[in-house]
């Protein structure tokens, strides 16, 4: 494995944080500097350090749901001394990842780790991200139809940042989505995409001239923000980890399938640290149901194993079956 993709994927280093401390020369390998992030390292043998301190190959990693706020930025510093996701934080979180961003006026779930190969696989997924949505105007004919079979832009500039160079942006046909309220003056909707593009909901209904005005996460791959308080942290619940579990593996199985093969396996998971309650619940997820080709195996292995009394319960979050199912395959 390279030395950069090591330390990402064992530390809460991101691929560039570890290019950056590679070059200046504070990571060392089998107790000698290394300033190559491109060097091999075996998982198993290598000795890998960051300044002094050693990075152990590990599968252990802790997932969190927090309610960011209206008015905080999804990032560590910022130059205009605005407020941070991490100034609301306890400390200990200091160091967590968030999942995807959610830009300065949108509130809601937030997931965040301390381990970048679970937020890089989460934010790269096809999961279902369920959104409360407010416009200026009503929902018309046409704006149904871009839900149902996507849209194709040329110009995506309406309802980006000003500061943003991304300029065509392609839409998925959304999963679902239900009208709450339809007016001239504003109105409401929930909508269910697999997609975390910049400002992706702002720039769909920009380009029907439909503001944004109100914006808000509620679940993220069947993790439900439901009623966590603004500005406050949960940790996982038992089958919430099971899930997160269950996709890393098929994740991670898959990524080993792409990969050339070597002479050595990656380290298993401990599958001891999921039985014990007494433990801070280590992740998340289940992936959306029409996630793509390639999960259908999964998602079946997945739903033989739901409860009864889980797939009772999903009629209560989200109103599913009140959803528009705007294609085949659609969750329902």
């Not at 560039?16 to 060097?39: L, M």
């Amino acid at each position: 494995m390279r030395l950069n993709k090591f330390i990402a994927h064992y530390s809460s280093y991101s691929r560039r944080e570890a290019d950056k401390a590679i070059e200046a020369g504070y990571v060392k390998v089998d107790g000698e500097v290394e300033i190559n992030p491109a060097t091999s390292v075996d998982e198993k043998y290598s000795k890998v350090s960051i300044s002094g301190k050693k990075v152990m190959p590990t599968e252990q990693y802790t997932v969190i749901a927090y309610n960011k706020e209206k008015g905080e930025l999804v990032t560590k510093t910022d130059p205009k001394g605005r407020k941070t996701i991490y100034d609301t934080l306890p400390s200990k979180y200091k160091h967590y990842i968030p999942i995807g961003r959610l830009d300065y006026a949108t509130e809601g779930l937030l997931l965040m780790t301390d381990a970048s190969r679970v937020a890089t696989a989460l934010m790269t997924s096809s999961m279902e991200r369920v959104y409360r949505v407010k416009v200026k105007g009503e929902i018309t004919e046409a704006i149904e139809t871009a839900m149902k079979n996507g849209l194709e832009l040329e110009d995506a500039s309406l309802g980006a940042h000003e500061l943003s160079d991304i300029g065509s942006m392609n839409f998925a046909p959304f999963y679902a989505y239900k009208i709450i309220k339809n007016s001239p003056m504003y109105s409401i909707l929930k909508i269910a995409i697999g997609e975390g593009q910049n400002r992706e909901v702002r720039r769909f209904f920009g380009h029907f001239d439909r503001e944004v005005v109100d914006l808000k996460r509620l679940s993220f791959g069947g993790i439900e923000l439901n009623n966590l308080p603004n500005g406050k942290v949960r940790f996982l619940t038992r089958s919430e980890y099971g899930h997160l579990y269950e996709f890393m593996k098929h994740h991670e199985r898959e990524e080993k399938e792409k990969a050339p093969k070597t002479g050595s396996k990656p380290p298993k998971f401990d599958k001891k640290e999921s039985k014990s309650d007494e433990r801070e619940p280590k992740a998340y997820a289940k992936p959306h149901e029409t996630a793509g080709k390639e999960h259908k195996s999964y998602i079946k292995e997945l739903k033989n194993k739901d409860s009864k009394s889980k797939e009772t319960n999903k009629k209560d979050k989200y109103g599913k079956k009140e959803l528009k199912n705007p294609k085949k395959g659609a969750r329902k």
